[in-house]
């Protein structure tokens, strides 16, 4: 059983921070971290793109049953 709650949405504004580990956040650097998690979840995860800003799901199946 999996509850989403997708009512509501924060607007990262880290990408537009200059400080901090911003020499790390390329744009180069976010699409490899992006080919990584996909080569590694494949089907189980989505990565979309809402209001210009990324949005990761998982929909990777339970191992434990779940019995109500």
């Known amino acids: 059983m999996v509850w989403n709650e997708a009512r509501f949405c924060f607007v990262q504004e880290r990408d537009k921070n200059l400080g901090g580990n911003s020499l790390f956040r390329s744009e180069e650097r976010i699409a490899a971290e992006k080919r990584y998690l996909k080569s590694k979840w494949k089907a189980h995860i989505r990565i979309e793109t809402y209001k210009s ?3 990761t799901a998982m929909d990777a199946p339970r191992r434990q049953s779940v019995k109500l």
């Open 53 to 55: 800003q990324d949005r």
